[in-house]
């Protein structure tokens, strides 16, 4: 077990200061046991890469960061088991060199597989649910140090993969894989809202993952991104609703350099250095930026871009770039798709954290009659008593938490705020 004081206290981008008095780097199943079963507060930390304070603890951090990560393929029943602590671009590179693919990748292949899936973090496409949605196996360790397996089926096993760390430290997951596969990746620019809009579902079908790269002003959006696979059987949009075919590769932040971006230009490669925006090795940026993200029903696409839009003289002026993305519905309780398709409204901010928080609340009550979804790791406002009403499940997530921590050992300020409705 290598334990230390937390000397540096800061997430990836720099906008939240860690509070937990040391964190404990686990080299073993038995050290990471021993470790939750004699914690009094702990939660687990993944790659930092959430912006607000859902993997903190008032007093211990424990990070899988050293554990094996024990790749496991399984070829018959198209599975891999992979310690909760590997980044998404490792594992990738692993399962292409055994010929096998994940159906989706978030934008950055640098985080977590654990935190991601607790977190319901997505990548894109109208047919492929969030990454979560390719769990099949779940391995943690409980309050009391115990370890439970659970897999896809079992009484409650919806529940606990969008965990949010409140029901223990995930150690190993199962995903389920398929034979890998192809992707080529084009970009359009300049391309006119209104065409877009006219049939948005027809747009981001056009390709196996579409991304709208957008500042809200103006009537074109800036970049869209096509991610289209070499075996769907499908023709390669040649066009794309009136925009400028890309002649040299781009970052979604104008005036960025592309060199850290993966393959463009219409270049078929392996979906693992396709299907994130960005290469694995590369970090994709200085971390000088905030994130928000609200997930809304497909039904309301078209309303919450204008929504948006009508807000871009306040949005704008803070704005690095929003990108607009698809994904699948889903089963899982606490998934922000949780049995509607939808849509994701993300933003970039710049480092202006006053401002953009003073933002947020305008943001959200203009999204709140489409009941939008927050983002789980990202900047948000709403609380618990807002948020309850827009998960069906809130309240059986709410009860297995209690049941399977009653002490409240998982508990920190975040779930105190926006699931449990109390003050820490």
Known sequence: MIEEQVRD???WAGNYEYRARTIEHPTSLADLRRAVAGATRISALGSRHSFNDIA???ETLV???VLDPGVEVDERALTVTVGAGVRYGVLAEHLQRRGF???NLASLPHISVGGAIATATHGSGNANGNLATAVVGLELVTASGDVLTVGKGDADFDGM????GALGVVHRVTLRIEPTFEVRQDVFTEVPWDAVLADYDAATSSAYSVSLFTDWAGDTIGQVWLKSRMDSGSDVPAQFYGGVPADRAYHPVPGVAADHCTQQ???PG???DRLAHFRLAFTPSNGQELQTEYLVGSEHAVEAIQRMRELAPRITPLLQVSEVRSMAADELWL???????GIGLHFTWKPLQDEVEALLPEIEAALAPLQARPHWGKLFAAEAAHLAPLYPRFDDFRALALRMDPEGKFRNPFLDRTIFGTTP
């Open 9 to 11: 206290r800061l997430n």
């Open 56 to 58: 903190d603890s008032p």
């Open 265 to 267: 230009l219409g270049v």
């Open 270 to 272: 392996p979906w693992s």
């Open 161 to 164: 993969v969008v965990g949010l």
């Open 335 to 341: 998934s922000t798709n949780y049995q509607r398709p």
């Open 101 to 103: 693919a994940l159906h």
């Open 63 to 65: 990070s899988l960061d």
